[in-house]
Nanobody, 127 residues
């Protein structure tokens, strides 16, 4: 199992930016595809963005395309979610997830594809 440590959440005004970080504790994540999910109160946990092992393939849910960017830094062993032009509807708990991937260029977009999850970080967009 991989322990994931998230950071970077907080309160931001509409139109603002935040960058979430996720680092696996005690293990390199080279063999893992990664994803960011979010869950608002009373709603299901849904994928926001996903990235392949190699980093060359990415996925974004429609509502964040053009505003969010997922990336991974192998040197720092960290995955990022850069969130720009934030909207109140982006308010949620954001979770980092990891899954072993035999393919270097494949990403996963469903919760049941992931084996390991972070504790979640709250993002609140409000004036």
């Amino acid at each position: 199992q991989v322990k994931l440590v998230e950071s970077g959440g907080g309160l931001v005004q509409p139109g603002g930016s935040l960058r979430l970080s996720c680092a696996p504790s005690g293990r390199t994540f080279r063999s893992y595809a990664m994803g960011w999910f979010r869950q608002a109160p009373g709603k299901e946990r849904d994928v926001v963005a996903a990235i392949s092992r190699s980093g060359d393939m990415t996925y974004y849910t429609d509502s964040v395309k053009g505003r969010f960017t997922i990336s991974r830094d192998s040197g720092r062993n960290t995955v990022y979610l850069q969130m720009n032009s934030l909207k109140p509807e982006d308010t949620a708990v954001y979770y980092c997830a990891a899954t072993y991937s035999p393919s270097v260029s494949y990403y996963y977009t469903t919760t049941d594809a992931y084996d390991d999850w972070g504790q979640g970080t709250q993002v609140t967009v409000s004036s």
